[in-house]
T-cell receptor, first 111, second 117 residues
Framework: QKEVEQDPGPLSVPEGAIVSLNCTYSNSAFQYFMWYRQYSRKGPELLMYTYSSGNKEDGRFTAQVDKSSKYISLFIRDSQPSDSATYLCAMSFAGNTPLVFGKGTRLSVIA | DAGVIQSPRHEVTEMGQEVTLRCKPISGHDYLFWYRQTMMRGLELLIYFNNNVPIDDSGMPEDRFSAKMPNASFSTLKIQPSEPRDSAVYFC???????????????FGDGTRLSIL
C-alpha cells in the first residue's frame, strides 16, 4: 500500500461548481499537510499548508485535515477555468523534512 | 522575488552520456530538496541538504546518481552514465527553517525535463 493515496481523476466540472479533492494516508506520524497546484510543464505551487488536524480557509480554498481518519481534503468554491490543473496532496513527518506526495488529481473546469 | 531557478529546462541526450542538472534555491533558504516526477511513481524525493550538507540520500536510485551543494546558492544533480529509465522531470525545492524549528513550506522550481534516448 502506497503511503499516500489520491484518486488520479480526471475530474471535470462546470464553472462555478464546488470541487472536492481528497487524499488518504497510512502513516499516523504525518504532522504537516499541504496542497500544491501544478500547471502543465510547471513546478508545484503551494496552495494550502496546515499543521495537525483542523480546517484552514484562504479565499475560495478550504483545506481540512482529519488525523483520526487519516484523510485530508481540499475544497474549491466557485471554480474557474483557471483552476484547471493537477492538484497534489503532500505531507511530512516533521519540520523541513521531505514531502511524501499523492500522485495528483487532474481537474478540468469547463466554461 | 526570484523563486527557485533550475537549468536547463529541457535536456535531451543519448544513453551513456553524463547529465548535470542545476539549481539555485531562494536566497536565504537553508534546505534544498531534489525530487523526481514520473507518470508511474509521481513525485519522489531523491536527496536533501541542510546548510549545504546532505542529510538523506536514501532516495537516490543508484550510484550513477550524485548530488552536491558547494555553497548556499547552488546545487547540482549528476547522472553518469545516463539510461533511458532516467527520463523524468527533476524538480528542486527549497525551504527555510522557521522560528522555534517550525516547518516552513517548500517552494519548487519549474523543473528540468530530461529525456534519455
Amino acid at each position: 500500500q502506497k503511503e499516500v493515496e489520491q484518486d488520479p481523476g480526471p475530474l471535470s466540472v462546470p464553472e462555478g461548481a464546488i470541487v472536492s479533492l481528497n487524499c488518504t494516508y497510512s502513516n499516523s506520524a504525518f504532522q504537516y499537510f499541504m496542497w500544491y497546484r501544478q500547471y502543465s510543464r510547471k513546478g508545484p505551487e503551494l496552495l494550502m499548508y496546515t499543521y495537525s488536524s483542523g480546517n484552514k480557509e484562504d479565499g475560495r480554498f478550504t483545506a481540512q485535515v482529519d488525523k483520526s481518519s487519516k484523510y485530508i481534503s481540499l475544497f474549491i468554491r466557485d471554480s474557474q477555468p483557471s483552476d484547471s490543473a493537477t492538484y497534489l496532496c503532500a505531507m511530512s513527518f516533521a519540520g523541513n523534512t521531505p514531502l511524501v506526495f499523492g500522485k495528483g488529481t487532474r481537474l478540468s473546469v469547463i466554461a | 522575488d526570484a523563486g527557485v531557478i533550475q537549468s536547463p529546462r529541457h535536456e535531451v541526450t543519448e544513453m551513456g552520456q553524463e547529465v548535470t542538472l542545476r539549481c539555485k534555491p531562494i536566497s536565504g533558504h537553508d534546505y534544498l530538496f531534489w525530487y523526481r516526477q514520473t507518470m508511474m511513481r509521481g513525485l519522489e524525493l531523491l536527496i536533501y541538504f541542510n546548510n549545504n550538507v546532505p542529510i538523506d540520500d536514501s532516495g537516490m536510485p543508484e550510484d550513477r546518481f550524485s548530488a552536491k551543494m558547494p555553497n548556499a546558492s547552488f546545487s547540482t544533480l549528476k547522472i553518469q552514465p545516463s539510461e533511458p529509465r532516467d527520463s523524468a522531470v527533476y524538480f528542486c525545492a527549497s525551504s527555510l527553517r522557521g522560528p522555534n524549528l517550525s516547518n516552513q513550506p517548500q517552494h519548487f522550481g519549474d523543473g528540468t525535463r530530461l529525456s534519455i534516448l
